[in-house]
């Protein structure tokens, strides 16, 4: 897969996961941070080694839904972490985007 069809799937996969973190945050629950840990661990195995910076971001993400499994946790404090991630996830995509051109 060339570099277009691969930043292409990112971002099909990347509002996959953001629609299901919606979700998530909708109705939290440790059940629902568990299953989005899972699947931030399956999106960030798909990814090509070179796309290392979304990466981290999938890192960062990643926190934000631990926070959801501890007993005491700030909704609003997780859904900022993720939305920090996701603009960072569309950054790090963007500049993937602009070396190609």
């Known amino acids: 897969m060339d570099d277009e069809g691969a930043i292409s799937?990112?971002?099909r996969r990347a509002d996959r996961l953001q629609k299901l973190a919606a979700e998530a945050f909708d109705w939290p629950s440790k059940e629902a941070a568990n299953r989005m840990l899972g699947e931030?661990?399956?999106?960030e195995r798909g990814l090509p080694q070179k796309f290392?910076?979304?990466?981290?971001?999938?890192?960062y993400l990643m926190e934000a839904f631990?926070?959801?499994?501890?007993?005491?946790?700030?909704?609003s404090d997780a859904r900022n972490a993720a939305r920090t991630a996701f603009a960072r996830i569309d950054n790090a995509l963007g500049i993937h985007e602009r070396a190609k051109s």
Not at 40 to 43: I, Q, S, V
Not at 52 to 59: E, L, M, P
């Open 66 to 75: 631990r926070m959801m499994t501890k007993a005491s946790f700030s909704i």
């Open 40 to 43: 931030c661990r399956a999106f």
């Open 9 to 11: 799937e990112i971002k």
């Open 52 to 59: 290392g910076n979304v990466t981290s971001q999938i890192t």
